[in-house]
């Protein structure tokens, strides 16, 4: 770039010196012609005569001695002006070669100007990455600070939970040592107390002996009880034997949702009536016997609005009632039946098909001790 604007500049050098030269020999050649028409004018003067040609000649000579020694001084000065022109030209080329030296450093410089940009963005991000790390390390200092604060807090509280915990075990042992004093009071207390235990233990053992030996005498009629009922009510699917039970279906004594006896039911009962009174003649007074009648319905929901219940416990509870209530009516003594209701709670069988839900309507009839 600085090369190309030294190569602009025109060199005058060698135009001056043939400028200088030429004027040098137009100078000489005038002050020739001034001397030769200075000269003639003098010599046809007639006064002046012979002594202007004297003096003329002494002119002439002086004359050309000037001309001489201006030859000499211009053969001088184009020697110097060669001289001048070839140290200038000397001075050009070290000039060119300053350029192509300038130029050099101006590219170098360039790249080092390049080369610190480069720096000076890599210096920048730098910064911008020190600045970030700094923030977070401001922003981790704070946490760690808060975090110490923090933990002063805990340590303080741990201080006063540890004295609170202090005084509670203080206190729980006073309280252990009092529980030891009442434990050693206790296994007194208790010792008496065992005592007493087996005692009504052995008083309560001899009683359920007494209603083992009572069961055991009612077992024996219960069999002939069963049977007299089954002769009595005749072979029908609706009566069936389970065990130490009978089970009437609710169908054949009840209608539809119904707790009042149907007539047919009332003449079942009736025939179960006189069984009954028969075997409070057989059953000695030492045996304290009971019939339970004990009411079941299917699990069908109490339509809303039903009068006289409201579920299904309610209802076989009203319909086991209703069966002892004419039982009582028939002469049965009322003290031998206890009426209970369980409703859709125990079932005997678990399908939804119709002829499940007629199996779980049902009245169950057992002849026990109290």
């Known amino acids: 770039m ?35 028409l200075w000269t003639t004018t ?41 001289a001048a022109r070839d140290a200038l030209e000397t001075q050009e080329v070290q000039i060119a070669n300053q350029q192509v030296q300038a130029e050099n450093l101006a590219n170098a410089y360039e790249d080092q100007i390049a080369n610190l940009t480069v720096q000076q963005e890599q210096l920048a991000q730098q910064i911008a990455a020190l600045t970030e790390q700094l923030q977070l390390a401001n922003h981790a200092k704070e946490e760690m600070a808060r975090m110490e604060s923090e933990r002063h807090e805990i340590q303080d509280d741990m201080a006063e939970k540890q004295s609170q915990l202090n005084a509670r075990i203080a206190q729980l042992e006073s309280q252990l040592n009092a529980a030891e004093e009442r434990a050693k009071q206790q296994e007194t207390e208790y ?16 009683e359920l002996n007494e209603k083992v030996a009572e069961l055991d005498s009612i077992s024996q009629y219960q069999s002939d009880f069963y049977k007299q009922v089954k002769n009595a009510l005749g072979d029908r699917t609706s009566i069936r034997q389970d065990g130490d039970r009978f089970i009437v279906s609710s169908d054949i004594l009840f209608g539809s949702g119904s707790y009042a006896l149907s007539q047919k039911g009332k003449s079942q009962l009736k025939l179960l009536a006189n069984v009954i009174k028969d075997f409070e003649n057989k059953i000695p007074s030492d045996i304290d016997w009971i019939i339970r009648v004990d009411g079941h319905t299917d699990n069908k ?45 125990h079932p005997t069988e678990l399908g939804r098909d119709a ?9 169950e009839l057992q002849l026990t001790n109290k």
Do not use: C
């Open 42 to 82: 003098s010599v046809f003067n007639k006064n002046t005569g012979a002594k202007k040609v004297a003096e003329l000649e002494q002119t002439q000579q002086a004359q050309a001695e000037q001309i001489e020694q201006m030859t000499a001084d211009k053969q001088e000065a184009e020697q110097l002006l060669i």
């Open 355 to 363: 002829a499940s839900l007629q199996k779980n309507r049902r009245i």
């Open 191 to 206: 010792t008496q107390m065992s005592n007493r235990l087996n005692k009504a233990l052995a008083e309560k053992i001899a």
């Open 301 to 345: 929901a109490v339509l809303p609005g039903t009068a006289g219940y409201s579920n299904n416990m309610q209802l076989s509870l009203l319909r086991a009632t209703a069966v002892v209530n004419e039982l009582v009516k028939n002469g049965v003594s009322k003290r031998r039946l206890i009426p209970s209701g369980f409703g859709d709670m």
């Open 2 to 36: 600085l090369n190309t604007r030294f190569q602009e500049r025109t060199n005058a050098w060698p135009g001056f010196v043939d400028l200088f030269s030429n004027l040098v020999i137009i100078l000489i050649f005038l002050l020739i012609v001034f001397v030769f």
